[in-house]
């Protein structure tokens, strides 16, 4: 059974850090890129940051670059997303995704084969 499963979530004051994981299972997970979504209330998915599998070369949205690191460690099957300097804007779930290399466009949701369920960052004073 394939499994993307999101913790580290929370509620955090404005310019605050918080460092996400999604841990995976059931499939070659050092086959496949990685992505970061958020979706906030009311608004459509938007990436984050995106890993490949192949280079390693990671890339971020404008939005957070500078403020969010992303990594991965194929030995343990999990991605990361250290974010710093959150701010009320970041809030939204987010979730990890899982497609194979040169499917589709990284930023549409249905390239994406695997996907996990999210987890709420909320930034608030």
Known sequence: EVQLVESGGGLV??????????????FTFGSYDMTWFRQAPGKGPEWV?????????????DSVKGRFTMSRDNAKNTVYLQMNSLKPE??????????????????R?????????????????
Request: proline share 3%; hydrophobic share 25%; with cysteine.
């Open 49 to 61: 940051s995106r890993i490949n599998s192949g280079s390693g070369n990671i890339y971020y949205a």
């Open 13 to 26: 004051q404005p310019g605050g850090s918080l460092r996400l994981s999604c841990a995976a299972s059931g």
């Open 109 to 125: 949701t249905s390239s994406y084969d695997y996907r996990g369920q999210g987890t709420q960052v909320t930034v608030s004073s």
């Open 90 to 107: 970041d809030t939204a779930v987010y979730y990890c995704a899982a497609k194979r290399p040169y499917r589709g466009s990284y930023a």
